[in-house]
């Protein structure tokens, strides 16, 4: 359980990114 959250945290995270289109997004 605990890798499945980190992944939908990653996912989240890179979501937002593209999202509101920010540059550093490592």
């Known amino acids: 359980m605990d ?3 980190t ?7 890179l979501f937002n990114c593209f999202e ?3 540059s550093p997004c490592d």
């Not at 992944?7 to 995270?13: E, G, Y």
């Open 7 to 13: 992944i939908i945290d990653d996912f989240v995270f």
């Open 3 to 5: 890798k499945i959250t």
């Open 20 to 22: 509101l289109q920010i």
